[in-house]
């Protein structure tokens, strides 16, 4: 009977140990609301806050309290520093204030509820702190926060206002899987020294990195992500603004959706990765600040009636810069696709000629054996290597359907560009007329006025002797008869036929026969190109 008594007087929460508080089956840190009252919690809280600076080695253990009232750590219960404080699964009634406290060694708020306003003005988290899984009904706010052990906001839910205000993050920064639900507000300039994983938030509004700007100071606030800034699969659904967000490294949105209509402003510093592959953005503004040699990962992105220039993305396509020239096509194709959508012609004709020089390539002998390599990692063989196997590979490859594919892409870029180039077509004119004007300056071409007897050239209406090599019979001086043969090769090349000139017997007339026909050809090439490149598509 005693021991059932004892129990019966005993905090139900398991390792309290504490005595339950009045009618209640908790002691009055766990006891719900109605169960205790606010003079009286705080009264115990207070002695419970003096025992644990008496003991030196006692760690304050608040795990599962239920806090109520308006509660200020510092002017309530005279607390500058908490030592491994554990506030996992508390729940907080009323208002929170943690002004100006100093957290040591590993402090964890996870599962906690926030029902009112909590405020860390000014506090400092000396080790890791952990708000897991935590919710913040009302408004969050943390300002002038030292972070510096890692920071897990992972699968929290923000459901009031959210403000991270003059924040340095020393190491990573976890949002993993968080719900922002109101507005969450980026702003006075927050430094990410290391890793910010945004990965899979949902955004109900914002979020918004504003550029602060302060006149008695001088200065303007901005949000730097000194490390990765992983935002993969996070959903936007209202207009984020990163305008005042700098990131100085890779940067992931892949997999992110947005909303449509919605701008986006991202500006990342030199030499890293913008990664959007897979990602949503129909329908918005993309503006993009990239500093030298960022590089853009557009790989099954979402495009249509996206506002993106060229001048943006030229020559910052990762998988062209990496030689995987398959999937740097298919990202052609969606630029290509998009610009057409959005009326930008000239980017669209842009975008097209580079998915034409991707397509090339990814037919070349270099490709050609970068995927026999893969081909014999993935089957765990030897690679071969070698002058020999380079050899085999090269004639596997002229062998091969790649090969021939290859060639001819390349004719088709230099003969017309693949459409998009009128004055290629204009350059292969004038070579080939100058090729058969070389070729008809060394067989001869005949004049019909000129007629040769016997080695005398005569001519035809006047009957007087002439030089053998006048007037485009020749057969002795190549270099005196060129021009001849070039107005011949000209009116041949544009099927005019003055008749001044003809061909003379044999080669000469399958040469004439075969420049009129590759002249047609070209002239009907000229006028599909010019008329393509002009508003023809």
Avoid at 173 to 179: E, I, N, P, Q
Wanted: charged share 30%.
């Amino acid at each position: 009977m005693n021991k059932e008594k004892v129990k019966s007087n005993v905090c139900l929460i398991k390792g309290c140990g504490r005595p339950t508080h009045k009618e209640s089956k908790y002691c009055i840190f766990h006891a719900k609301p109605d169960e205790k009252e606010e003079k009286e919690f705080k009264k115990s809280f207070k002695k419970y806050i003096e025992e644990i600076k008496r003991s030196e080695k006692a760690q304050p253990d608040f795990k599962q309290f239920i806090f109520i009232g308006d509660i200020n750590f510092r002017e309530d219960f005279k607390i500058s520093t908490f030592k491994n404080a554990d506030f996992t699964g508390a729940i907080f009634k009323g208002k929170v204030d943690f002004f100006d406290i100093v957290f040591e060694g590993d402090t964890s708020f996870g599962w906690a509820v926030f029902f009112k306003d909590v405020n860390f003005h000014g506090s400092t988290f000396v080790e890791k702190v952990k708000f897991s899984f935590a919710t913040f009904m009302e408004e969050a706010k943390f300002f002038a926060i030292k972070f510096k052990g890692d920071a897990k906001f992972d699968e929290a839910n923000f459901k009031g206002y959210s403000c991270f205000s003059a924040i340095i993050f020393y190491t990573e920064a976890d949002y993993r899987g968080s719900t922002f639900e109101g507005d969450i507000v980026f702003t006075m300039g927050i430094t990410f020294k290391r890793d910010a994983l945004f990965n899979a938030v949902v955004f109900e509004k914002g979020p918004k990195f504003y550029i602060t700007s302060i006149e008695s100071e001088k200065k303007e606030y901005i949000t730097v992500f000194k490390g990765l800034a992983n935002f993969q699969s996070a959903v936007f659904k209202d207009d984020p603004v990163f305008g005042g967000a700098i990131f100085k490294s890779n940067v992931v949105f892949s997999g992110a959706s947005f909303p449509t209509g919605s701008r986006l402003l991202l500006k990342v510093i030199n030499g890293n990765k913008l990664l959007l592959d897979g990602s949503f953005l129909e329908n918005i503004f993309l503006e993009l600040d990239l500093g030298e040699n960022v590089m853009l990962n557009l790989n099954n992105v979402m495009l249509r009636n996206t506002k993106i220039e060229k001048k943006e993305i030229f020559n910052r396509i990762l998988q062209e810069r990496e030689k995987n020239y398959s999937e740097a096509k298919e990202i052609y194709l969606l630029l290509k696709n998009n610009f057409h959508s959005i009326g930008r012609y000239e980017d669209e004709s842009w975008a097209f000629k580079k998915e034409k020089d991707m397509e090339r390539k990814s037919y070349s002998f270099d490709s050609f054996t970068k995927s026999i390599e893969s081909k014999e990692e993935k089957s765990k063989k030897k690679v071969s290597k070698g002058k020999r196997s380079k050899f085999i590979s090269f004639f596997n490859w002229v062998k091969g359907k790649e090969f021939r594919k290859w060639l001819s892409s390349c004719f088709l870029n230099i003969v017309y560009g693949y459409g998009e180039k009128p004055k290629n077509v204009i350059f292969s004119a004038i070579f080939i007329i100058l090729l058969f004007a070389l070729s008809f300056s060394l067989i001869g071409i005949a004049n019909p006025e000129i007629i040769e007897l016997k080695g005398t050239a005569i001519n035809r209406s006047s009957g007087n002797i002439v030089e053998l090599t006048s007037k485009g019979l020749l057969h002795s001086s190549t270099i005196r008869n060129f021009p001849d043969s070039l107005y011949f090769s000209t009116i041949t090349f544009t099927t005019l036929g003055y008749g001044d000139f003809r061909p003379l017997e044999g080669w000469g007339r399958i040469l004439a026969g075969s420049e009129a026909f590759i002249g047609a050809f070209m002239m009907a090439l000229f006028v599909y190109t010019f008329s393509r490149r002009t508003g023809g598509r």
